[in-house]
């Protein structure tokens, strides 16, 4: 059984850091392309970054572009998702996510494995 566990989440200010966590276990990461979602309240969920299996290729949204990184350890089986100069627009709830196949997607649909999500909230 696949099991996604996030970590890191909390309260920030206005241009202040989150670093978010997502412990794997029951699949490789070096076999599973990763990615993590959010979902604001009254809104849809939305793709936030994702990585590619061999974590050669990565992929973002465009409102976070150049503040969110992921990265991947594959010794530890985590996923990681830095946040550097957060804005209250960020404030969501941030769910990891994994999938069978090597590639990173931005559809949520492709994604087999989900984490119970993780709340951040960044107050202006």
């Known amino acids: 059984q696949v099991q996604l566990v996030e970590s890191g989440g909390g309260l920030v200010q206005a241009g202040g850091s989150l670093r978010l966590s997502c412990a794997v276990s029951?699949?490789?990461?070096?076999?599973?392309?990763m990615g993590w979602f959010r979902q604001a309240p009254g809104k849809e969920r939305e793709f936030v970054a994702s990585i590619t299996a061999n974590g050669y290729t990565t992929d973002y949204s465009d409102s976070v572009k150049g503040r969110l990184t992921i990265s991947k350890d594959n010794a530890k089986n985590t996923v990681y998702l830095q946040m550097n100069s957060l804005k209250p627009e960020d404030t969501a709830l941030y769910y990891c996510a994994g999938m069978m196949l090597l590639s990173g997607s931005y559809t949520a649909s492709h994604y087999d494995y989900w984490g119970q999500g993780s709340q951040d909230t960044v107050s202006s």
């Open positions: 029951g699949r490789s990461l070096s076999n599973s392309g």
